[in-house]
Structures are given as structure tokens and as C-alpha cells.
């Protein structure tokens, strides 16, 4: 068996989301009991909570809802570039040393240990011009360890401008703590929510 590595934050209550968005929580309609046999919950939570592919709908009012995005973008070759230690913004000289020869999807390591239990308000993100080098190198997916490619401050959100103009699909809150820099497969496909603006997803990385 080839190894996996699990790049999904564990999602519960205490999952940390953007200020002011929905936090994660669960109620029981029914349970096992001499009159039930099953139990059944009902969940309310952002779609942006844990390990999750953000879509078009979510930064362009005419943008396509999540449920309606060619998946081949979310699967396949794909490399982890470790940038470790940065902020605010990731620039193309950090990602330089390992940017030859990409694969279709970059992932960056930005986190020493990635923030699971608390929101992070000096998250590290992308620069926008990195994002268009990524691009112009034939990258179809970027991910990162934060919340979000833009700074949590940031009101233009010019990074997720620039995967908007260039097509491209992103995934956000990964957990890329154990996992070495290097050329990998990616599996992290969103769910089929027809009217979202973002989906979890339980990504993994594959050995080649």
C-alpha cells in the first residue's frame, strides 16, 4: 500500500472559523433506542470550516457554486512546497527553490504547527503576484495551511482576484505539519452542493 498522509484538521465545535462566520455545531434527531434504531444528527456549519476547496461563487457574485466545478482539478500530481516561518505574504522567492518542473497543483507549508484550535488573525497568504506565477507555470490548484490565500485584514482579497481571473481552484486549512516537501498525489474532492460558495473536503496526499 502506498502511504497516506491526511492534510484535514479535525472539524468540531471547537474548529476555529473566520470571525463572525458559523462555527461548527450538532444536534441529535434521533437516537438508538428500544423504539429507534439509528442515530441521526442535523449539522449547521460554514462550508469554509476545516480542510476546504473555496468556489467561484465565493469571491465573484456570478461565479459557479461549488457543486458545479470540473473535479479534476482537486486530483492528481502535486507538490508541497515548504515555506515555512513566512508572513505575512509568501513570495515567489520562497517558493523558488522547489518551483522547478511543477506539477498542476502547489501546496505550501507556511505553519511550523498549523493552528487547529484557534483562529489566527496574522495568518500567513499568498502575495498576489505569486499566484500569477503559479499560473503562468501551469499550476491549476494552489493550496495553504492557513485559512485563507488573502490576509485576514485584507478587504480587496487580491490573491483570490487573481485565481478568479486565471482560473484557478484553491484549498484552504490544510494540515501539512508531517509532511515532507516533495512531488505527491492529491485527492481532495469537494462535495456536490449545487448553490455553495465553498465545500469541506477530507484531503489526502498520496505516495507516487
Sequence with gaps: MKKLWDISPPVH?????????????????AEISPGCPVNV????????????????LHY????????LLDLSAFLGPCRVIHAIGVRP??????????????PPRVLVRAYT?????????ELPAFAPETVERLADAGVV????????????????????????????????????????EGD??????PLKL????ASPVRAVLRQL
Excluded at 184 to 189: G, P, S, T
Excluded at 194 to 197: E, G, K, P, Q, R
Aim: aromatic share 6%.
Design 41 to 56: 444528527s442535523s449539522l449547521t456549519l460554514s462550508p469554509h470550516i476545516g480542510a476546504h476547496a473555496d468556489a467561484p
Design 89 to 102: 505574504l509568501i513570495h515567489w522567492t520562497h517558493l523558488a527553490h522547489a518551483a522547478h518542473e511543477l
Design 60 to 67: 465573484d457574485p456570478q461565479g459557479a457554486a461549488v457543486g
Design 13 to 29: 465545535a471547537a474548529s476555529p472559523v473566520f470571525p463572525g462566520d458559523t462555527p461548527y455545531a450538532q444536534s441529535w434527531n
Design 113 to 121: 504547527r498549523m493552528p487547529m484550535d484557534q483562529w489566527d488573525d
Design 184 to 189: 505527491y498525489e492529491l485527492i481532495a474532492l
Design 141 to 180: 490548484l494552489i493550496g495553504i495551511d492557513s485559512a485563507s490565500i488573502d490576509p485576514a485584514s485584507s478587504k480587496d482579497l487580491q490573491s483570490h482576484q487573481v485565481i478568479r481571473r486565471r482560473g484557478l481552484r484553491v484549498l484552504e486549512n490544510l494540515v501539512l505539519d508531517e509532511v515532507p
Design 194 to 197: 449545487m448553490s455553495a460558495d
